[in-house]
């Protein structure tokens, strides 16, 4: 079942009901945006049922909901752990506005480096680095349903490393999975392949710096720029892409005068 929210922005939560266990996948902004699920475990008759929770990474908006299921397996790649760990005091601070309801800083509590299987459930956690490192996904092989947190993000994903290679690896194997749909952290539900090879073009573009500026959005644009360039540009600074950064920083000057 896939709930999404609108309110501060579009994102998504997919409930798996599975024989033995509810998964849920990703939790939001806190304990009252948790609400509606807890309510739907309910109305669905699930409620004596475990719940396992999967954090896809941990920036804020996937995990802040974390409390609201008090005695749930909560899963995560063992770099959310840590991640929630260092960085969630912080986040608390920066997105206070995107707070709904109580929130409880609560890490993975049962984490894996590369796959995690529930196999009498058709249920399998993967590490799929690239949006962030901690990055995993989820495919649910009985509604063939891929989950892949903030990895697939229109109309351009958002990088935090340099680690371009890495990140087409993970959208290349999205590709392999025989899926009817895919769920990504903030967009409409997929049910074609076409975003997730746009994503791979930006990303090898990006890599090889044979970007076309004039094929921009605005909104492209300025994520390119504002999100993306900013965020990883002391890496690129540090990396062998040092050179081809100056280069494409004064072609964007050039584009945007
Ligand atoms: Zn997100």
């Not at 509810?22 to 739907?40: A, I, R």
């Not at 076409?194 to 970007?211: G, M, Q, T, V």
């Amino acid at each position: 079942m896939l709930v999404s929210f609108d309110d501060p922005y579009h994102t998504n939560v997919y409930i798996i009901f599975g024989d033995k266990q509810v998964f849920v996948l990703d939790t939001f902004l806190g304990n009252d945006s948790m609400k509606t699920v807890q309510q739907l475990i309910v109305d669905e008759g699930y409620v004596d049922k475990h719940i396992v929770v999967f954090n896809s990474h941990a920036d804020y908006d996937h995990y802040w909901g974390n409390g609201a299921f008090k005695d749930a397996t909560i899963i995560g790649h063992k770099h959310c752990k840590d991640r929630v760990m260092s960085e969630g005091k912080a986040s608390l601070v920066k997105y206070a506005d995107h707070q709904r309801g109580a929130i409880e800083l609560i890490p993975p509590n049962r984490t894996f480096q590369h796959t995690l299987n529930f196999e009498g459930e058709g249920v399998r956690f993967f590490h799929s680095p690239g949006h962030s490192l901690d990055s995993s996904s989820c495919f649910d092989e009985r509604d063939g349903v891929l989950f892949v947190g903030d990895n697939v993000e229109s109309p351009l994903p958002y990088l935090n490393h340099v680690n371009f290679d890495q990140y087409i690896r993970s959208l290349e194997s999205y590709l392999e999975f025989d899926w009817k749909y895919v769920i990504a952290g903030h967009d409409q539900l997929l049910k074609e392949p076409d975003l997730i090879n746009r994503n791979i073009d930006y990303l090898r573009k990006f890599s090889e710096w044979s970007l076309d500026l004039d094929s921009f959005s605005v909104t492209e644009l300025h994520r390119h720029v504002e999100h993306n360039l900013i965020t990883i540009k002391n890496e690129l600074m540090n990396s062998e892409h040092k050179q081809d950064m100056m280069k494409h920083l004064e072609d964007l000057n050039n584009y945007i005068a």
